[in-house]
């Protein structure tokens, strides 16, 4: 047996073969195989009200606050630079033994397929190498957790739906693809009877694994090292690839089951098994040949030990497999890096069961969690562009641990001043939370023109909402503000002199200090 290098791509649409992008097809979006027995239609909340906030003339100063209200003498708008100097900053999955009892139901239904619209031409980025991510440092002069060192754990709302698998809230699920350190991905490659394959395993792990791997890899900052390894050989599937129980590349509306997955990506492994060490995977990537058009891309996250996969006496609790959708329109490495955000942890943040393009209305260009790949003016017909708002936010960098919580500020006391570092720099405060209730919070960070926001149309300040009770695809992050397209895109970012009110607090962008943003935050 031999271990080889497992990368998968990035894809830029939703999950599972989201339909960020509009096909040729009726396409829908399959987040996982596995999904909550119920779910929660998403809250709605009055549009929230832009105001311009009048400028003052001194200089900037910003305190830390305890038990008092903190207040700010800031400078005029302007993006000048200034002087900065350095914020004080701080500094795996358990193995588990392959189960012997189940548990008491098996995860029988899947997320509801979605449709999209009309087909449409999209040209190639003016940049397509993956941009490096930049580091910088942040004019802080705050306590390095925004306030009292330990407030912060107000801001981490804990998962508050019934879906333990993938979801908004703290912590993540012991069972999902670990997040930091050197994580072992096992590619295999198959095809069927009825679509032998012509292609080398070679040409599709470089369609599918680097651009995923060199997003997800940039996105923590170096904490993740995705370690891919790929068992160059053609595995011949027993059956037809439509017997397996995928919706196939155009989605067609069937309803995969749980139990479907499993055995196709069980059946894989044996196959690989005689020639591939699985001890020590952390995760497996399937790559079917794309002739193979009944079947998708869905994530494998079971909530249970019991319903893993195994081999060599390892257990595996995530997965991706790769079907035949979105070769057509380049985007196999993003769906692979959603997928794997799946695999993390991570939600979907279009909205399920909803047509094209008004499923992309909660975060639309913002996360490759909603759309795959953002387009020009937030557009449906508009070009797409993966460098114009696809750096990870900074609650899902949170969530994985590759923001640290003493880049969290959590706004408690009011008004409160903060002061932004980019979201794609590595260093500085990463986002102002104001935690609203026990589940709800309101988030603000920092988007340049730095890394995968290299495009951006223009720079700002991004809010939006936090509802870990919601589950995957009904709105567990919402963008908030007014927008000129079809979904939020930078004409949503707060500009110097701008205030927003979102749930009666009102986030004011005091004024732009190089790259950095002085905000702040009044309470009702």
Not at 61 to 81: C, R
Not at 175 to 197: H, N, T
Not at 296 to 313: C, E, K, L, R
Not at 362 to 388: K, Y
Request: hydrophobic fraction near 40%; proline fraction near 8%; include cysteine.
């Amino acid at each position: 047996k031999y271990a080889v290098a497992l990368v998968f791509l990035l894809v830029a649409s939703g999950c599972g073969g989201s339909s960020d992008t509009a096909m040729p097809a009726t396409t829908v979006a399959l987040t996982t195989t596995v999904a909550p027995t119920t779910t929660q239609a998403p809250t709605t909340t009055a549009a929230p009200t832009t105001t311009a906030v009048p400028t003052a003339t001194t200089t900037p100063a910003t305190t830390a606050a305890t038990t008092a209200a903190t207040t700010t003498s800031v400078a005029p708008t302007t993006t000048g630079t200034s002087t900065t100097t350095t914020a004080p900053t701080t500094t795996a999955a358990p193995t588990t033994a392959a189960p012997t009892t189940a548990p008491t139901a098996a995860p029988t239904t899947t997320v509801a397929p979605t449709t999209t619209g009309a087909p449409t031409t999209t040209v190639a980025p003016t940049t397509s190498t993956p941009p490096t991510t930049t580091t910088a440092v942040s004019a802080v002069s705050l306590d390095p957790a925004g306030y009292v060192f330990g407030e912060v754990e107000a801001c981490r709302l804990p998962n508050g739906s019934d879906d333990t698998q993938v979801h908004a809230g703290f912590p993540s699920s012991v069972y999902r693809m670990p997040s930091q350190g050197i994580v072992r991905v096992a590619v295999l490659f198959v095809d069927f009877p009825d679509a032998v394959s012509v292609q080398t395993t070679e040409e599709l792990f470089g369609t599918n694994v680097p651009w995923a791997e060199a997003y997800l890899e940039a996105m923590s900052f170096g904490d993740l090292d995705l370690q891919f390894e790929p068992l160059h050989t053609w595995l011949r599937m027993s059956e037809t690839h439509g017997a397996y129980g995928f919706s196939g590349a155009s989605q067609s509306g069937i309803i995969m089951t749980f139990e479907d997955h499993r055995a196709y990506i069980q059946k894989a492994v044996a196959l690989a098994d005689p020639d591939f060490d699985f001890e020590g995977i952390d995760s497996v990537l399937i790559i079917a040949d794309p002739k193979a058009d009944s079947m998708h891309s869905p994530a494998f996250v079971p909530d249970d030990p019991y319903w893993g996969v195994t081999a060599d006496g390892q257990l595996i609790t995530s997965g991706v497999t790769r079907g035949g959708d979105y070769y057509d329109l380049g985007q196999s490495g993003y769906t692979v890096a959603h997928e794997m955000g799946h695999t993390l942890g991570l939600s979907d943040l279009y909205e399920i069961g909803t047509p094209f393009p008004l499923l992309h209305r909660f975060v639309g260009n913002f996360g490759i969690m909603g759309l795959l790949v953002p387009r020009v003016g937030g557009l449906a017909l508009g070009q797409e562009d993966p460098l114009r708002g696809s750096e990870m936010l900074a609650w899902h960098r949170w969530q994985l641990g590759w923001v640290e919580s003493p880049q969290v500020a959590c706004v408690t006391t009011f008004p409160g001043s903060v002061l932004l570092s980019p979201v794609a720099n590595e260093t500085g405060i990463k986002a102002a939370i104001v935690p609203v209730n026990g589940t709800n919070a309101i988030v603000v960070e920092n988007r340049q023109q730095v890394g995968y926001d290299l495009n951006l149309a223009a720079e700002g300040v991004l809010v939006y909402t936090v509802d870990t009770t919601m589950f995957t695809g009904t709105g567990a992050i919402v963008v908030q503000g007014s927008f000129s397209g079809d979904w939020p895109d930078s004409s949503v970012l707060l500009q110097p002199g701008e205030t927003l009110t979102v749930e009666g607090y009102d986030v004011s962008v005091i004024s732009a200090l190089g790259e950095d943003y002085l905000l702040e935050i009044s309470a009702p």
